[in-house]
């Protein structure tokens, strides 16, 4: 008998019908015998819902208000289900995230996790009831609501999955695991079973959106097995756990891709300390995130400054670049929205070597040009012209042969 | 500078644009120098459209759950408000039931408030800030959240206005007060300026539904000076207190009336002890409520046994009255839904004599038959067809000089 600590987002419990395909999926759980822990999101388009009334009379609304507005969507589907729970005759209890003692800080909106009380569930779960937690929520010390920012729920499960102890916190979400890259770009792409924390944040982090990067960290920070599951279809998903040393790492686990990138260089800069802080120093103060930064030295004490950002913020970012330039005596500014990033992740490649020489050659042989290249420790990344980027991918699939079960 | 509670009802937080106009009105008063502390119900249809969610999922969600469903609605209201107050440059923080420890047993869906925890609002008010806090709700001993069932906003703004010693609580309305009776039957029907408790009950009682008899018993019961006014247009509205000894009462405070009776009679009963609850015992045990009781002994040692109940419960009252009718081997059973009852009501009329001569002298000269008689030490009550409704309540009106200025 093992306890769970389950998660259904906004889609799996989009409507009543949904809701009680939940139901049912937790009976046929616990009839397997197992204690469940269950985290559900608000209904999908509710948060949008309340966003807009709020919007529609403050235009920046007080974070602490938010907070108590947007959690009453969580708090409604945590009701319907446990009403849908008992309509089949099972006996479950609701908690907001302040009853269950969620206490996080109080940075409304995007709180953090320190503390949860997990006394009720314990009591709850010790008399056979499914316990139905609201995600994305908690409570500051004063009592305040708070809201753990977009895709919140994640990081709740894998919280109570750590504080219970739990043997597994399974995400269920639109997707039936992790894959070896996009199936839509290349068909032979292969579900993992298995991958690490580290080789799910690279893949998190570089477009393949299946998990909110915040609740892996989490889940690495406290050794919470995490696996990622359809709500639609059956199958074992991928599980996510730390590195076993006494398993064989396959060399690559998989290839990830951005195609939201755009690129910004400021060529020509007089080369001095600091120049890196006063290019990136306004951008920042735009709340514009900066992806990969590189930077070449040059033989006439000027110096090429190179950064990727959201294509969004592209237009954004080049105005105030341009301007940082002309203050710094630079020569010019460049950019290019037509850009892709394209890396190849695998906690393997620490001990391969190779792995960089192979993936270059790979993109030679099409004839692909690299405009930038950076590394990790189990990445690497290089940024390509948009066009090259399916190419790209499935060639690099094919040459560390992800296909194959390893 | 007085400390005042007010609440504002569903339909006056109904729209985005009505809880700006709440907004507006609390910053006005606000600007006059009082305290205020807003209770708010949920936005006109909100419940309505938790209540139908819930019961596609189950025909009798638990009550526990659909407290926590029905809580959000006026959590929803609260944050709005505040927004929309901080939009105006106001300072305000939001309260749910159990955040300001609104604490009730555990009657789910029907909680009964047993303390308030002050602190937060007191310190709150302190800063000059407006302290919004949802009505309707508390949370019990556990921390499970308790609703007070419908109407349960004005008993909230009760029990606060009690808790925090308020110098005035104001329920704001789509009624600009309580009348002498309903202006859509008599015309001339005026506004009064003050009833005393106890008149408002049995107006409420008899149908006059401005506030929730429950808040009034609970201003009665802590001594709340309890004021009615419109949301939508100016006025002092009606203030209800305590009876004034100081202060000369008018012996009739308005003509109240009840379209929606409907009277059954058993007749020819054997008359014994108990045959009372015999008779009404199956009808409660079908949680039909029962308003007037009649019953005359005749001269066979038989009885007749009368009583009223709303039109929606006559069906199934008749159904049950003649079972029980065969069992008790009684002689008949009649009933009647086409009956209206008619109530004048006034502290004053504790010491005046002949009220009920004037009234039953007025339904006489206009051919008015009566059909059932009621009284209480402040009101007295008849039952008449309902085709005279109008008629009688337009000639006591007249009778009792209503319409001038006591």
Do not use: W
């Not at 994305?136 to 750590?162: E, H, M, P, Y």
């Amino acid at each position: 008998m093992a306890l769970i600590v389950q998660k259904y987002g906004g889609t799996s419990v989009g409507t009543v019908e949904r809701i009680q395909e939940v139901a049912k999926k937790l009976i046929k759980h616990q009839n397997e015998g197992h204690n469940l822990v269950v985290v559900v999101s608000a209904m999908s388009g509710e948060t949008n819902r309340l966003l807009s009334l709020a919007n529609e009379i403050n235009d920046r609304p007080h974070g602490r208000e938010l907070d108590v507005l947007l959690s009453t969507g969580e708090q409604v589907t945590i009701a319907l289900l446990c009403m849908a729970l008992e309509q089949f005759g099972v006996h479950a209890n609701s908690y907001t995230g302040g009853q269950v003692k969620i206490l996080t800080d109080n940075t409304h909106n995007k709180a953090r996790i320190m503390e949860i009380d997990d006394n009720k569930i314990r009591t709850d779960l010790a008399k056979g009831r499914i316990v139905v937690v609201a995600g994305f929520q908690g409570c500051d010390k004063q009592g305040n609501i708070t809201t753990l920012g977009r895709g919140g729920s994640d990081t709740t499960a894998v919280a109570l999955a750590a504080a219970l102890k739990a043997d597994e916190c399974q995400i269920f979400t639109d997707v039936d695991g992790v894959y070896t890259t996009d199936p839509r770009v290349v068909s032979e792409a292969r579900r993992l079973d298995h991958i690490t924390y580290e080789e799910m944040l690279e893949m998190a982090s570089l477009g393949a959106k299946v998990l909110q990067i915040r609740s892996v960290e989490f889940a690495r920070n406290y050794n919470v097995a995490l696996r990622v599951l359809s709500s639609f279809t059956e199958g074992g998903g991928t599980l996510i756990t730390a590195e076993d040393p006494k398993m064989e790492q396959a060399v690559i686990s998989g290839i990830a891709f951005n195609r939201d990138e755009a690129k910004l260089t400021v060529l020509g800069v007089p080369d001095h300390p600091g120049i890196a802080s006063q290019i990136l120093g306004p951008i920042a103060k735009e709340n514009i995130e900066v992806d990969m930064i590189i930077q070449n030295t040059g033989s006439d004490s000027t110096t090429d400054f190179t950064f990727t950002v959201h294509r969004n913020d592209y237009q954004a970012a080049l105005k105030i670049l341009t301007k940082t330039a002309e203050s710094l005596g630079a020569r010019e500014v460049a950019g290019d929205d037509k850009i892709t990033k394209v890396s190849v992740v695998g906690v393997g490649m620490r001990s391969h070597a190779g792995i960089a020489n192979t993936m270059f050659e790979t993109l030679a042989n099409e004839a692909i040009n690299i405009c930038m290249i950076s590394t990790s420790e189990i990445k690497i990344s290089v940024v390509v012209d948009e066009k090259y980027l399916e190419l790209a991918v499935r060639a690099l699939h094919n040459a560390f042969n992800l296909e194959q079960i390893s």
